[in-house]
């Protein structure tokens, strides 16, 4: 089913990602809303396509108010080419555009991700967005293309987040700016290597203090980084029907002071490094 959103003037990318004008045909709302559910759990949104809303594990719109205010102290992103790289579904790539980006682009290996956003924009006709399904490596085929890069949520899931880092650096263009976001715990320049799983999330391989990830980013060549924000994210997780996914604050010792595991609890911090 397509619903021909190309032209609509009800497409907004705000808060809310909105694609195409709301429908009343309680058939196609129904085909809409199983087909969204097929495609979860989601945990990147809001969006809401054809009215049908679909929310995600994450308020993705709290995380871009603090990425783009920090891309701000540094000549924002109207104008410019723009990288997310792990960009999940592809929500950032449309706040982007709202915020004046003149193309962007989004890395995912994760076909599950792919399919979403194909879900998102089967009738949508927007060349300034791209989607690949491929990891950061795909990064050495761009090189010093972009003025801006998001990479929000990854590093800490790299085996090798140096490599990671690298990559970043030379796919920016002279001057320009990588917006680091990453779990992390107050800890300084230590760093936490889970033995298994952190506050119940597998994939994790390392929790950084904000000065662990500054020395990294200054032995991985950026001429300038800094931390920018620092913040308790527990309350950005939800259950919804489109992720019913268990938030990480179901997996902290009843104290609040530690993760069932043991470790300190997690933060999210927001750096800014330039190339």
Same mark, same amino acid.
């Given at each position: 089913?397509?619903?021909?959103?190309? *032209? %609509?003037?009800?497409?907004?990318?705000?808060?809310?990602?909105?694609?195409?004008?709301? #429908?009343?045909?309680? /058939?196609?709302?129904?085909?809409?809303?199983?087909? *969204?559910?097929?495609?979860?759990?989601?945990?990147?949104?809001?969006?809401?396509?054809? &009215?049908?809303?679909? =929310?995600?594990? +994450?308020?993705?719109?709290?995380? +871009?108010?603090?990425?783009?205010?920090?891309?701000?102290?540094?000549?924002?992103?109207?104008?410019?080419?723009?990288?997310?790289?792990?960009? %999940?579904?592809?929500?950032?790539?449309?706040?982007?555009?709202?915020?004046?980006?003149?193309? *962007?682009?989004?890395?995912?290996?994760?076909?599950?991700?792919?399919? /979403?956003?194909?879900? #998102?924009?089967? =009738?949508?006709?927007?060349?300034?967005?791209?989607?690949?399904?491929?990891?950061?490596?795909?990064?050495?085929?761009?090189?010093?293309?972009? =003025?801006?890069?998001?990479?929000? &949520?990854?590093?800490?899931?790299?085996?090798?987040?140096?490599?990671?880092?690298?990559?970043?650096?030379?796919?920016?263009?002279?001057?320009?700016?990588?917006?680091?976001?990453?779990? &992390?715990? %107050?800890?300084?320049? @230590?760093?936490?290597?889970?033995?298994?799983?952190? *506050?119940?999330?597998?994939? #994790? +391989?390392?929790?950084?203090?904000?000065?662990?990830?500054?020395?990294?980013?200054? @032995?991985?060549?950026?001429?300038?980084?800094?931390?920018?924000?620092? +913040?308790?994210? @527990? =309350?950005?997780?939800?259950?919804?029907?489109?992720?019913?996914?268990?938030?990480?604050?179901?997996?902290?010792?009843?104290?609040?002071?530690?993760?069932?595991?043991?470790?300190?609890?997690?933060?999210?911090?927001?750096?800014?490094?330039?190339?």
């Amino acid at each position: 089913m397509v619903l021909d959103s190309r *032209a %609509n003037k009800s497409n907004s990318y705000g808060d809310c990602v909105r694609i195409g004008e709301p #429908i009343s045909d309680a /058939q196609q709302v129904s085909r809409i809303k199983e087909e *969204a559910m097929a495609l979860g759990p989601w945990r990147k949104g809001p969006f809401e396509i054809h &009215g049908v809303r679909i =929310d995600g594990q +994450w308020d993705s719109s709290l995380k +871009w108010k603090r990425a783009l205010a920090a891309a701000d102290l540094f000549g924002g992103i109207q104008g410019k080419r723009v990288c997310d790289v792990g960009c %999940n579904n592809g929500y950032y790539l449309f706040r982007a555009l709202e915020a004046g980006a003149s193309f *962007a682009l989004g890395l995912d290996p994760a076909a599950a991700f792919e399919q /979403q956003f194909r879900f #998102i924009t089967r =009738d949508l006709d927007e060349a300034r967005i791209q989607f690949r399904k491929v990891g950061y490596q795909s990064l050495l085929e761009h090189k010093e293309a972009f =003025d801006v890069i998001f990479c929000m &949520g990854v590093i800490y899931h790299q085996r090798n987040p140096y490599e990671l880092l690298d990559a970043l650096r030379d796919s920016l263009a002279p001057g320009g700016i990588v917006v680091l976001e990453t779990l &992390g715990a %107050n800890l300084d320049d @230590r760093v936490i290597v889970p033995a298994g799983k952190y *506050a119940g999330q597998g994939g #994790i +391989w390392m929790v950084p203090g904000p000065t662990a990830v500054l020395n990294m980013l200054k @032995r991985s060549g950026f001429g300038m980084n800094r931390t920018v924000d620092e +913040w308790d994210a @527990r =309350d950005e997780q939800q259950r919804t029907a489109f992720a019913d996914l268990p938030p990480m604050r179901e997996f902290y010792h009843e104290s609040g002071s530690r993760t069932v595991e043991g470790y300190e609890v997690p933060l999210r911090y927001l750096f800014v490094a330039k190339r």
